[in-house]
């Protein structure tokens, strides 16, 4: 799986042709991961480990971090935290993140789809100034917490339609299949933002809880 190619280590985006690879790298550590967890950060935070494992074990060129404190430009203050960075070159800025958010869960008060907070305590960080500032792209990983990975799909597609304008899409845009890689379980959304003029989200839904 390793990458061969020059790739531009102090480049000021992240590269396009490691997302696929990245995603590649997630959707294939998740078949192998098991957790009782049932909360996102402890679910995380176990991923991570053998996440990790498998990047290296593939030598993959990038490093991944987990639980990243994001400063504000004087570091007086906390602007975001990011679930999961992918860091290639030597620019700390110059990241791909993983936003995590749990969906279609089943606690004590009742079922709740959690697609809007997926939007909006998720997809919104970044395009408000919380992550990827002056980047073109990033992802959510979202844990379908009843393994109805179509449905939790079908939600949020829905909540995005309902926010089209505060995600700035176009009112045709919506959550689309991915052109980075061919997976029912892997979509993406295009906005019109930053400083390219676009920003695509790539979104991968995996089921979690479930056996």
């Known amino acids: 799986m390793a990458t061969n190619g020059d790739l531009d280590r102090w480049a000021t985006s992240f590269p396009a042709s490691l997302v696929p690879q990245i995603i590649k790298l997630v959707l294939d550590s ?10 996102e950060v402890s679910i995380t935070q ?9 990047q290296e074990s593939s030598r ?3 490093l991944i971090d987990l639980e990243v404190i994001l400063p504000n430009a004087d570091g007086t203050r906390q602007k975001g935290r990011l679930d999961i960075r992918f860091i ?3 620019r700390r800025k110059v990241y791909f ?14 079922f709740k789809s959690l697609a809007n907070e997926y939007v909006t305590e998720g997809m919104f960080r970044y395009f408000n100034g919380q ?12 844990y379908v917490m009843d393994g109805k990975i179509d ?11 309902k926010r089209c304008l505060d995600l700035n899409m176009g009112a045709e845009e919506t959550l689309r299949r ?24 790539y979104h991968v839904f995996v089921k979690c809880g479930v056996n």
């Open 30 to 39: 998740w078949k192998k991961f098991k957790t009782s967890q049932t909360h």
């Open 46 to 54: 176990e991923f991570f480990v053998l996440l990790n494992s498998n």
């Open 60 to 62: 993959l060129p990038f």
């Open 88 to 90: 290639h070159g030597y």
């Open 97 to 110: 993140s993983l936003e995590c958010k749990r969906l279609r869960v089943s606690p004590p008060s009742g």
């Open 131 to 142: 992550y990827a500032a002056g980047l073109d792209k990033g992802g959510m990983l979202a």
């Open 151 to 161: 449905v939790a799909i079908d939600d949020v597609s829905r909540a995005i339609e």
């Open 178 to 201: 991915s052109s980075c890689l061919s997976s029912t379980e892997v979509r993406e959304t295009r906005h019109n933002y930053g400083l390219s003029g676009e920003f695509v989200v």
